[in-house]
């Protein structure tokens, strides 16, 4: 099990960036696949970008593809989501997750462990 804080969320306006992480407690962090997930009002939850175990493959909601990047370091078992271009709709609270397996990145239930989230406000 690995316990997960995320941080860097705020108020920005449209076109501006913020850089999301995502601090991992845990000795296995190197072996968890990672991900970042959001949740806007009255949407459901939403697959955002995630990351195997090396760091060597990564993956994308077409919403976010080419705006957003998604990195770590296992030495300081961090994620990050770098996001570019903020639009309004990306406002949202964003959740950084881990997942043992690694098998289906992009599948919310096939993660364990949750972070609280960090809200990310986007004003036009």
Do not use: H
Not at 1 to 22: F, H, I, K, P, T
Not at 49 to 65: C, E, H, L, Q, R
Not at 104 to 109: D, M, P
């Amino acid at each position: 099990q690995v316990q997960l804080a995320e941080s860097g969320g705020g108020l920005v306006q449209a076109g501006d960036s913020l850089r999301l992480s995502c601090a991992a407690s845990g000795r296995t962090f190197s072996s968890y696949g990672m991900g970042w997930f959001r949740r806007a009002p009255g949407k459901e939850r939403e697959f955002v970008a995630a990351i195997n175990w090396s760091g060597y493959s990564t993956y994308y909601a077409d919403s976010v593809k080419g705006r957003f990047t998604i990195s770590r370091d296992n030495a300081k078992k961090t994620v990050w989501l770098q996001m570019n271009s903020l639009k309004p709709e990306d406002t949202a609270l964003y959740y950084c997750a881990a997942d043992r397996a690694g098998f289906n990145l992009r599948i919310a239930n096939e993660y364990e462990d949750w972070g609280q989230g960090t809200q990310v406000t986007v004003s036009t």
